[in-house]
């Protein structure tokens, strides 16, 4: 099925990628104490840090064995089929000037943060501008990223070379358990969700899965040359749906409730370039307007419906 959510995303899970690679300014130092501490240096430094960045994206759903599912996640997961890969490349000038363009399944997408205003164009088409204005500051603080960077307990693997450039490698296994303390030690802070942790503790027993991250930085200068993520995870939704629905946590059903799994596979890649160099982003000319950002998600990879 090639409908406009399928296509859509691998483009949202990219689009995801690079705005945490890139919400993570100047660079790192290798004699930091800890690898976590030059790990969370680097990051800090990409946000505001002048560099282009080469990204891609692969993403696998396997929902074979779901059933009983309600119509709308029904519909949802028809859509989205068994995932799909994407490409893209960023380039940004600043912390508040960046462009992101996105390729997947043919189709082409174009995002521009300029000074506080979003701009998106499909195809190469005319720009049209996001009707509501974005977030004075979408930088992850300093406090919740080294917060975030413990959790996950990055280990020295070591010197290697990446596209002629000294580098050490800095990498964290990434289990169920870590992401329930990275919920817990982020919960109600502006990076986290208070009810994110507990959900989490709550589905824990019905998940199974692993994944690592990792890191590639300069030995020059300490900051980001290349950064990796991947993973798979198994989520048992009729045993999850049976306890949730015992503990009164899910609504009474009308009918059975869900049963299967669901299975999840992600890989995510960023590459460095110009890295403080000159990069200019320019201020598109929007011909049209999009509705709040609650309707993007219609509107992704479908012809656009923006008012003049």
């Known amino acids: 099925m090639n ?10 899970v990219l689009a995801a990628a690079a705005a945490v690679v890139a919400a993570c300014g ?17 990051l800090q430094a990409v946000q505001t840090t002048s560099l282009r960045m080469s990204l891609t994206g692969d993403l696998g759903l396997d929902t074979t064995s779901l059933a009983n599912l309600p119509a709308s996640v029904q519909t949802a997961i028809a859509q989205l089929g068994s995932g799909g890969s994407a490409t893209g490349q960023l380039e940004q000038e600043s912390s508040a000037r960046r462009q992101l363009t996105v390729s997947a399944a043919g189709s082409t997408m174009t995002f521009v943060e300029y000074d506080g205003h979003g701009y998106v164009s499909q195809g190469g088409g005319a720009y049209a501008e996001l009707s509501t204005a974005l977030p004075s500051s979408a930088a992850v603080s300093s406090t919740d990223l080294t917060t975030a960077v413990a959790a996950l307990s990055f ?11 000294s580098v050490e490698h800095y990498a964290a296994s990434i289990t169920v358990s870590t992401l ?25 027993p019905y998940v199974t899965g692993s994944g690592s991250a990792d890191l590639w930085l300069s030995t020059r200068d300490g900051s980001l040359v290349r950064a990796a993520l991947s993973g798979s995870l198994t989520v048992d939704v009729g045993a999850a749906a049976s306890a949730l629905a015992g503990l009164g946590v899910l609504p009474a059903a009308s009918g059975p409730l869900p049963t299967g799994s669901l299975g999840v596979t992600v890989s995510l890649g ?24 609650g309707s993007w998600p219609g509107w992704l990879g479908s012809s656009p419906t923006p008012s003049a």
């Open 180 to 204: 329930e303390k990275l919920a817990q030690d982020l919960g109600g802070s502006a990076a986290g969700s208070a009810d994110l942790g507990p959900m989490l503790t709550l589905l824990a």
């Open 26 to 42: 100047p660079g790192a130092v290798l004699t930091a104490d800890t690898p976590d501490q030059a790990v969370a240096t680097a």
């Open 270 to 293: 960023a590459d460095v370039s110009d890295y403080g160099g000159p990069v200019t982003v320019s201020k598109p000319d929007a011909t049209s307007t999009l509705p709040a950002s």
């Open 155 to 165: 280990e020295d693997e070591g010197s290697a070379t990446v596209d002629g450039a």
């Open 3 to 12: 409908s406009p959510w399928r296509r859509s995303a691998p483009v949202l």
